[in-house]
């Protein structure tokens, strides 16, 4: 299994980017991907995830609004726009997958499993 992420950078802020996780080697019929951040000093934060099998999603409060979780099913990939980019979403974005059929997304994205390597999002102000 691996999931692959791209699309970081550095943008100003209002600024938009699109990441990408590609994901491979899973069941993507009972799969959950989640998008997580961690800021230099601060605790990895659940931004937002999604279902395969529903579609349902969740985002975190300071995200709604702003940044729209999806799936390309036909590349097995999840997307997460980010559209009026702050300062504080500064941090290394990562994805994650949970396979297990019986997950059901809920706040803070809990209980994944296998993780891609990271991409840096900066916004400077």
């Known amino acids: 299994v691996q999931l692959v992420e791209s699309g970081g950078g550095l943008v100003q802020a209002g600024g938009s980017l699109r990441l990408s996780c590609a994901a491979s080697g899973f069941t993507f019929d009972e799969l959950a991907i989640g998008w997580f951040r961690q800021a230099p000093g601060k605790e990895r934060e659940g931004v937002s995830c999604?279902?395969?099998?529903?579609?349902?999603?969740y985002y975190v409060d300071s995200v709604k609004g702003r940044f729209t979780i999806s799936i390309d099913n036909a590349k097995n990939t999840v997307y997460l726009q980010m559209n009026s980019l702050k300062p504080e979403d500064t941090a290394v974005y990562y994805c994650?997958?949970?396979?297990?059929?019986?997950?059901?997304?809920?706040?803070?994205?809990?209980?994944?499993?296998?993780w891609g390597q990271g991409t840096q999002v900066t916004v400077s102000s």
């Open positions: 994650a997958a949970n396979e297990s059929p019986y997950y059901v997304i809920r706040p803070g994205c809990p209980d994944y499993d296998y």
């Open positions: 999604i279902g395969f099998s529903d579609g349902s999603t």
